[in-house]
């Protein structure tokens, strides 16, 4: 039997929060709200639309359809809320403060011995689009 195994983990992306970054972060927040609020004005354009059609030929398909639009309408002011808060929130951030951003994987090569924890906690952290530290959950070195 091998004594050594490739596998794939987890690797969480940390990002040192700048000026910059939280710039490019509100800009990106905009832009979905901006998103957002052009897909419910075709919503209401839509509304609008379907209520003359229905009215026409199904009245009775009216409800139905008022509904669905309604609740495609809540979904999106649900999400521009949340996008709202994480703005708020952006502009509260420290600089230099560390952020999770997300998580990637990778592969890593196993050997009987190995301690579990060391292998698995790896983060990488990035400032201004550069990698800045690849370290060990429990220590600060690089890999």
């Known amino acids: 039997m091998s004594e050594t195994l490739t596998i794939k983990r987890p690797v969480l992306v940390i990002v040192k929060v700048t ?8 800009a990106e927040i905009q832009e979905n709200i901006k ?4 897909e419910l004005q075709q919503l209401e354009f839509q509304l609008k639309r379907i209520t003359v059609e229905l009215e ?3 009245p009775q398909g009216l409800p139905a359809a008022k509904q669905h639009v309604e609740n495609e309408r809540q979904k999106r002011l649900t999400a521009k809320s949340k996008l ?16 999770v951003q997300g998580s990637l994987e990778s592969y890593t090569e196993i050997n009987i011995g190995d301690d579990w924890e060391d292998i698995m906690g790896v983060e990488v952290v990035v400032c201004d689009n550069k990698i800045i530290d690849i370290r060990r959950r429990n220590q600060s070195s690089d890999e």
């Open 19 to 26: 000026e910059g970054f939280k710039a490019r972060m509100a």
């Open 35 to 38: 998103k957002l609020d052009a």
């Open 56 to 58: 026409k030929k199904n």
């Open 84 to 99: 709202t808060e994480q703005l708020k929130n952006i502009g509260r951030l420290a600089i230099g403060t560390e952020v």
